[in-house]
């Protein structure tokens, strides 16, 4: 039996998700159970990104991945 403590993504298929599918993704998402996104995709402070990150989190599993950025000022 699985430890119901440790959730994480289905044992089933996953994308990684581009703004240009939202529509088709949610129209139709085949076999697709969970969604990977950029963290630094959503950074902003509200708009388009985050409304379709919100549709996509209370549809399917979401697997956040974080990128390194180095910042020279």
Same mark, same amino acid.
């Given at each position: 039996m699985q430890d119901?403590? $440790?959730k994480g993504l289905? +044992? +089933?298929p996953g994308v990684g998700y581009k703004p240009q599918h939202f529509s088709n993704l949610l129209a139709? &998402? %085949?076999p697709v159970h969970w969604v990977e996104i950029h963290a630094e995709?959503?950074?902003g402070a509200? %708009? $388009?990104p /985050? &409304?379709?990150l919100r549709a996509l989190a209370e549809r399917f599993a979401v697997s956040v991945h974080g990128? %390194? /950025?180095s910042i020279v000022g």
């Open positions: 119901e403590s $440790r289905p +044992a +089933a139709d &998402a %085949g995709n959503y950074m509200g %708009g $388009r /985050l &409304a379709q990128v %390194g /950025l």
